[in-house]
T-cell receptor, first 114, second 111 residues
């Protein structure tokens, strides 16, 4: 089966611009998560979708970040306007049910804001 | 709030050595614990998943143990190889599907 797919793999944008990251979870996985790793720090949770609904978005840093999952399939994470501190690696993961089989992560999107 | 700590932060060993990576967590009410490796420029690769009811899992040269009562997990790597060089992360699932990651251990295996 195809894994979790994220694109782009790398994005370099200027401060103030907008970037949209996309995640395609494993087919049939209702649960989709976004995480990010800022340089030198641990990976932190951003939000969790169950199908198209936001189950938990307590990790979203501020209102410059907007996540959507239309139709309960792929998800997008938009950063608008991007700031320097948004630079890092953004990971997406999906799980089946209550993650009895753990999480499958995508390869991440490396975002660099200059 | 769950806190996950990994010690050491970095480790360098000669090829062939057996080694142990440590992961400790503050809240023992966990659903499962998962070990990942991250290679530079790449995503997270799942290594082992231990359910809260289990004490260990094995895959090839890897063995992960879990002691919930003490809030600890270890990842044992036998006969290390240069290809094992990567950053190893443990991730604790608190049961609400919000995973807390440790800061990772950067492993370098020297040929």
């Amino acid at each position: 089966e195809a894994g979790v797919t994220q694109f782009p793999s790398h994005s370099v944008i200027e401060k103030g611009q907008t970037v949209t990251l996309r995640c395609d979870p494993i087919s049939g996985h209702d649960n989709l998560y976004w995480y990010r790793r800022v340089m030198g720090k641990e990976i932190k949770f951003l939000l969790h979708f169950v199908k198209e609904s936001k189950q938990d978005e307590s990790g979203m840093p501020n209102n410059r970040f907007l996540a959507e999952r239309t139709g309960g399939t792929y998800s997008t994470l938009k950063v608008q306007p991007a700031e320097l501190e948004d630079s890092g690696v953004y990971f997406c993961a999906s799980s089946q049910g209550r993650a009895d089989y753990g999480y499958t992560f995508g390869s991440g999107t490396r975002l660099t804001v200059v | 709030k769950q806190e996950v700590t990994q010690i050491p932060a970095a480790l360098s060993v000669p090829e062939g050595e057996n080694l142990v990576l440590n992961c400790s967590f503050t809240d023992s009410a966990i659903y499962n614990l998962q070990w990942f490796r991250q290679d530079p420029g790449k995503g997270l690769t799942s290594l082992l998943l231990i359910q809260s009811s289990q004490r260990e899992q094995t895959s090839g040269r890897l063995n992960a143990s879990l002691d919930k009562s003490s809030g600890r997990s270890t990842l044992y790597i036998a006969a290390s190889q240069p290809g094992d060089s990567a950053t190893y992360l443990c991730a604790v699932d608190g049961g609400y599907q919000k995973v807390t990651f440790g800061t990772g251990t950067k492993l370098q295996v020297i040929p």
